[in-house]
């Protein structure tokens, strides 16, 4: 089994719903961002990217909305699907810095039928 | 696609025993980086390489050695297992400093 996912936040979605998931960060020097998929039994899967120059980006099915006055990141998923089913983690990363990722605990998801 | 492969998806050690955890990425990316992952913790970096030879320990590199002798291969090293060491092992590379990383699929490390 996947013990990653013990201690985490979970959100729970109807199929075919939108999924939001959160993620406060803490550097404020922070000017990039990732949000990673991780299934079960898998390592972390790159979803999609911000700069801190933009507010918003999408993808396929995905959003990601920043906000640096609060330093704040969502992730939004459109149309939840079971295969939407992970855990769902940000990294920040401070590109004027040493370019280390800080990752986020992370948030669970779970669609339900 | 990118493919970083790490060698075993589980072990099993005894403690005291010397484990070495492998990962190959066929890209060519330069740095390479390993992280444990453990509940409640995220990830957490060990050690990291940005280029053959060269090794930088990273957040929590206590009990751990590295090596990179090849630039698509990083070595985790723990020279002496201990039951807190039990851990998913997760290896990432990157093509550059202003890339992203990408992962493999983790080694889940039992120490008994």
């Known amino acids: 089994g996947e013990s990653v996912g013990l201690h985490l936040p979970t959100l729970s979605v109807q199929e075919g719903d939108n999924s939001i998931i959160n993620c406060a960060y803490s550097?404020?020097?922070?000017?990039?961002f990732i949000w990673y998929k991780q299934e079960s039994g898998k390592g972390p899967q790159f979803i999609i990217d911000i700069r801190s120059n933009m507010d918003k980006r999408q993808g396929q099915r995905v959003t990601v909305l920043l906000n640096k006055t609060v330093k704040h990141l969502s992730l939004q998923i459109a149309a939840t699907q079971p295969g939407d089913s992970a855990v769902y983690f940000c990294?920040?990363?401070?590109?004027?810095?040493?370019?280390?990722?800080?990752f986020g605990t992370g948030t669970r998801l779970k669609v339900l039928a | 696609d990118v493919k970083v492969t790490q060698s075993s998806r589980y072990l099993v050690k005894r403690t005291g025993e010397k484990v070495f955890l492998e990962c190959v990425q066929d890209m060519d990316h330069e740095n390479m980086f390993w992280y444990r992952q453990d509940p409640g913790l995220g990830l957490r970096l060990i050690y990291f390489s940005y280029d053959v030879k060269m090794k930088e320990k990273g957040d929590i590199p206590e009990g751990y050695s590295v090596s990179r002798e090849k630039k698509e291969r990083f070595s985790l090293i723990l020279e002496s297992a201990s039951t807190n060491q039990t851990s998913m092992y997760l290896c990432?590379?990157?093509?550059?400093?202003?890339?992203?990383?990408?992962f493999g699929a983790g080694t889940r490390l039992s120490v008994l």
């Open positions: 990432a590379s990157r093509q550059g400093i202003k890339n992203i990383q990408y």
């Open positions: 550097n404020s020097a922070s000017d990039y």
């Open positions: 990294a920040e990363i401070d590109r004027g810095g040493t370019y280390k990722y800080i």
